[in-house]
């Protein structure tokens, strides 16, 4: 769809809201950028440290504003894409919240992002149905008590089908100028409040930034601050050691902290590696009890509470069994995990299939019979060195092959639509394809990328063979136009695995369909 189509759509509201922002925050977005990238440099050198002039922040006594009544109770959040029929069955799953993903379950292209903003404004409302084939007309409940939360766009995305001044406009600032206009009343009337998730946020000076654009819609709509919450994802070292200062900068809009695991993994990844560099292990082994994702997993809950904000624990990916009488490990071990985050301290959880969602709550139900934890203060020391211990493991055929097919599948599906996929029993967003290419990419360019049992180095010609034979694999059956998509997946995964540059494409800005 054309720049102009879009631009037409939208409505004056959020055309001059849109300008608003823009006019007043870009400048500032845009001065954000070399200020990440000069403190990445620093991690890359080796200096894994809070920051000094900030020292301030972390020693202080202070708690964020009083968590909203109707926010205190998250046991159990169900994450999932933007499309209508997510969107209701989503709300009508019987989690606490439905978080509606702009970014990471929904695709990037500007129809896609149109139609969600769409549906949002209506789901903000309740008002949502669609002709299902096999049950006929389905609706969101009306009495469903699910809160609807939102997880705009990063702020260095970029919306071309957007423009301002002949260049394309921030993403986020979009997003919120849309859900400003057309979701925040409606959601303060019915749940209290536009709950928001936030991710790919580095640091203190990008969460003031949020801060900062929450202030202005409040104020340009009229409505109380703290209308406005927010939940952080850390998905990066850097936010991970600013977890205090990013609190304290969202003191007034703050809801909580969570986890990406795989978006940490592979921030580990892009800041850590080089041909000597010791090399992270199959993806299956860097899991919720990982040393960096563990001693993460404490540092945020002692954070969290100490300063009066939810904890909420990393989204579990596994799906439920075909068959309740055949549990598979997997699904063994994700109960257990839930079960262990609650005792844990955490407040919360997420998962990303619906079937999943009362086995979670019936885990957090065991070890936390109030509606949160926010009285518990965990004092384990966590020291920087201890967010960056990476897990030891071996490299299998089956898990390089699992990553190949999760990229060629992921590319495709989101290509023809689909901003999630399933492969290998588990589900996979775009934090997982970003996860399964830098770990390719790691193994190609380091000398210890090595098969373990057999000693075999993963080298750009086994990726390239591996790579078109799965690819044929896959989609032997495929039609003519799918057959089209796959070649030009297997050129973009080869480009990224195999390319020294690849490794700094944090945003893998190049997901957009092939036209």
């Known amino acids: ?79 999932g894409g933007c499309t209508r029929s997510e969107l209701i069955n989503g709300l009508n799953a019987g989690a606490k919240s439905y978080i509606a993903d702009l970014w990471n379950f929904t695709c990037g292209d500007a129809w896609s992002m149109l139609r969600a903003h769409r549906v949002l404004e209506r789901a903000a409302k309740l008002d949502l149905a ?31 089908g957007v423009l301002h001044k002949d260049e394309p406009a921030p993403a986020a600032l979009l997003d919120l100028a849309m859900l400003g206009t057309h979701a ?23 969460a003031r930034l949020w801060a900062q654009l929450f202030d202005e819609l409040e104020s340009h ?70 040393p960096f994702l563990r001693s993460q997993a404490l540092h945020l809950i002692g954070v969290c509470h100490r300063r009066g904000a939810h904890a909420i624990r990393a989204p579990s990916f596994v799906l439920p069994p075909l068959d309740p009488a055949k549990l598979k490990p997997d699904y063994q071990e994700m109960l257990a995990d839930k079960e262990r985050e609650a005792a844990d301290g955490f407040d919360g959880t997420m998962v990303v299939h619906i079937d999943t969602v009362n086995a979670a709550i019936a885990q ?37 092959v699992g990553a190949i097919r999760t990229i060629l599948r992921s590319l495709v599906y ?28 790691q193994w190609c360019h380091s000398r210890q990328g090595v098969i373990t049992a057999t000693q075999l180095e993963i080298k750009p ?15 032997a059956e495929a039609d003519v ?19 020294t540059g690849a490794i700094r494409a944090a945003g893998l800005s190049r997901l957009h369909c092939p036209r």
Request: net charge positive; glycine share 6%; hydrophobic share 40%.
């Open 1 to 79: 769809m054309e720049a102009k189509t879009i631009e037409t759509t939208l409505r004056d509201s959020s055309r001059d809201l849109l300008t608003v922002l823009i006019n007043r925050f870009e400048q500032r977005r845009r001065s954000l950028v070399p200020l990440r990238e000069k403190r990445r440099a620093e991690l890359r050198a080796g200096d894994v440290a809070q920051l000094a002039e900030t020292e301030h922040v972390r020693r202080t006594e202070w708690r964020i504003d009083p968590v909203p009544d109707q926010l205190l109770e998250r046991r159990v959040e169900l994450v």
């Open 130 to 160: 669609y002709l299902d084939p096999a049950e006929g007309r389905v609706r969101a409940n009306p009495k469903s008590s699910t809160r609807l939360m939102i997880a705009p766009r990063p702020l260095h995305v970029l919306e071309p």
């Open 184 to 206: 925040l009343r409606p959601m303060r009337e019915r749940q209290g409040g536009l709950y928001l998730v936030l991710r790919d946020v580095h640091g203190h000076r990008e």
């Open 221 to 290: 709509l009229d409505v109380p601050r703290g209308s406005i919450r927010a939940t952080v994802m850390i998905d990066s070292i850097a936010g991970a050691l600013e977890a205090d200062e990013i609190l304290f900068e969202l003191m007034h809009h703050g809801a909580g902290l969570s986890i990406d695991p795989q978006g940490y993994a592979a921030d580990h990844i892009a800041l850590f590696h080089g041909p000597e560099s010791p090399v992270l292990p199959d993806r299956e082994a860097i899991g919720l009890n990982a």
């Open 364 to 400: 957090f139900n065991k070890m936390m019979p109030l509606a949160h934890q926010l009285n518990y203060a965990r004092e384990t020391a966590i020291a920087p060195a201890d967010l960056v211990q990476r897990p030891a493991g071996a490299i299998s055929v089956e898990s390089l």
């Open 414 to 441: 989101r290509w023809q639509g689909n901003a999630w996929v399933v492969q290998g029993s588990r589900l996979h967003d775009r934090s997982s394809l970003r996860l399964a290419i830098r770990l390719l990419w």
């Open 461 to 475: 010609d086994l990726l390239r063979y591996l790579v078109r034979k799965e690819a044929d694999k896959m989609f």
């Open 481 to 499: 136009r799918t057959k089209k998509l796959v070649e030009q997946a297997v050129q973009l995964a080869l480009d990224l695995i195999l390319g």
